[in-house]
């Protein structure tokens, strides 16, 4: 289980512009959706995208802390 600010913050440090939306979708703390807008995002195809945030959370993933977690990014409008 990871609480929804420690999911903001690993993300921000990785990308310090993000908007990070965190939702619990089970109420255990294990299955999330989290979206994520970065300008960082900007010319990356989802799939860099989507690697970049894996990449910030690789600890939680891998401890299966966060056992689910759907992803959506996005760049600003």
């Known amino acids: 289980m990871v609480h929804p600010d420690a999911v903001r ?3 921000s440090q990785v990308l ?3 908007s990070v939306d965190v939702e619990d979708l089970t109420g255990g703390g294990d299955h ?3 979206t994520v ?3 960082a995002f900007a ?3 989802r799939v860099k995208q989507h690697q ?3 990449g910030a959370l690789r600890s ?3 401890s299966e ?3 689910a977690l759907a992803l959506q990014t996005s760049t600003p409008l």
């Open 37 to 39: 807008v970065s300008s």
């Open 65 to 67: 802390a966060i056992h």
């Open 43 to 45: 010319g990356l195809s």
């Open 9 to 11: 913050a690993a993300i």
């Open 52 to 54: 970049l945030v894996y």
């Open 60 to 62: 939680e993933l891998a």
């Open 16 to 18: 310090p512009d993000a």
């Open 32 to 34: 999330l959706k989290v």
